[in-house]
């Protein structure tokens, strides 16, 4: 009886299992892949953000300091990464949308 049900259900798992893990692990190599892109070309701007914001004369960036500059493109840049994050997982398949 046992028998009956373990040899097909072998069969199945050694023609189809071996399809579907390989089609997984490629999905999760383009996600990783396209992550460290899209991870790579935000860190090239936020470094260029801060090159530019650091050539700014001392007397404006007191000024921006005041109006509290520094805080919301903390904020901003907090949001941004927090989008990308997001997207990179619905992408990965780990969060449904």
């Known amino acids: 009886m046992i028998s009956k049900i373990l040899f097909p259900l ?9 399809a579907l893990v390989h089609k997984g692990l490629a999905a999760a190599g383009i996600g990783i892949i396209s992550y460290a ?23 404006m960036l007191s000024l921006m ?3 509290g500059i520094g805080e919301a493109m903390g904020i901003i840049v907090g949001a941004m990464t927090f989008k990308i994050t997001m997207t990179t997982v619905k992408r990965l398949g780990l969060k449904q949308s």
């Open 37 to 59: 892109a899209v991870s790579t070309a935000f860190d090239a701007v936020l470094s260029l953000a801060q090159s530019h914001y650091n050539n700014i004369g001392v007397d």
């Open 10 to 18: 072998g069969k199945f798992f050694e023609s189809n299992i071996g």
């Open 65 to 67: 300091g005041l109006g």
